[in-house]
């Protein structure tokens, strides 16, 4: 048996409704659930632009969202379960403390995004950017993260579990006291990655990556 082969990670997707209903007030509908105090389900969000818009403490579920700029809008402590974003731009939005469950992104910006202290867990994130995005004090568990840029981002403190990488972009991001035991880092740009010795322990590199990160406890490798 290989000690050093990395378990297989199963990650859940959204499971969304054949039949969504069409958002036409996206305004209405948040006022709506606020008043009421129920989820906002089964919706399809389409060509839509609200920006600094506050969606903060709403339940999301059974969405997709398609096609939509929703940048600079506060989505703190936010409840997604079983949602898609697909080509939609969140790029500076607020997203601390949120929960995400059984969500995808895909070819979507979240540019400087902020998941300071959110739970994300069974995400599929595709062809997006999260550079200069905060996942400071985060819980990421069973995460497909592919084709994906987090170039300069922060992901410190953080707990790490069933992480699957493929093709993502790290340059210059900072996995400050973020142990990275069980990644596979071999099919991703490490250039300036800032990381402490110890956290790099138990992760799988290649050997072109291995040199890199020598020079991080001041090795030369000819």
Not at 112 to 139: I, R, W
Not at 157 to 178: A, G, R, Y
Request: glycine share 4%.
């Amino acid at each position: 048996m290989n000690k050093n082969k990395l378990k297989p990670i199963k990650i859940t997707t959204p499971d969304l409704s054949a039949h969504l209903e069409p958002v036409a007030d996206l305004a209405a509908l948040l006022a709506w659930a606020r008043e009421e105090e129920l989820d906002i389900e089964g919706r399809h969000f389409k060509d839509l632009t609200f920006n600094e818009a506050d969606f903060s403490h709403l339940s999301f579920r059974e969405s997709l969202f398609e096609n939509c700029d929703f940048s600079d809008c506060d989505f703190e402590k936010v409840d997604c379960r079983d949602l898609r974003f697909q080509s939609c731009s969140l790029s500076n939005s607020n997203f601390s403390e949120g929960y995400f469950n059984r969500c995808e992104f895909f070819a979507s910006k979240l540019v400087g995004a902020d998941f300071h202290q959110a739970q994300l867990e069974n995400v599929l994130t595709t062809d997006c950017s999260f550079q200069y995005a905060s996942f400071s004090k985060s819980k990421l568990k069973a995460l497909a993260i592919s084709q994906s840029d987090f170039s300069e981002a922060t992901i410190s403190e953080c707990k790490l579990t069933q992480i699957k990488l493929d093709d993502v972009n790290f340059s210059q991001t900072s996995f400050f006291k973020t142990p990275l035991k069980g990644l596979d880092l071999t099919s991703c740009q490490l250039d300036g990655l800032i990381v402490s010795i110890d956290a790099l322990s138990g992760a799988l590199v290649s050997t072109y990556q291995a040199a890199e990160l020598a020079k991080l406890m001041g090795l030369i490798v000819r």
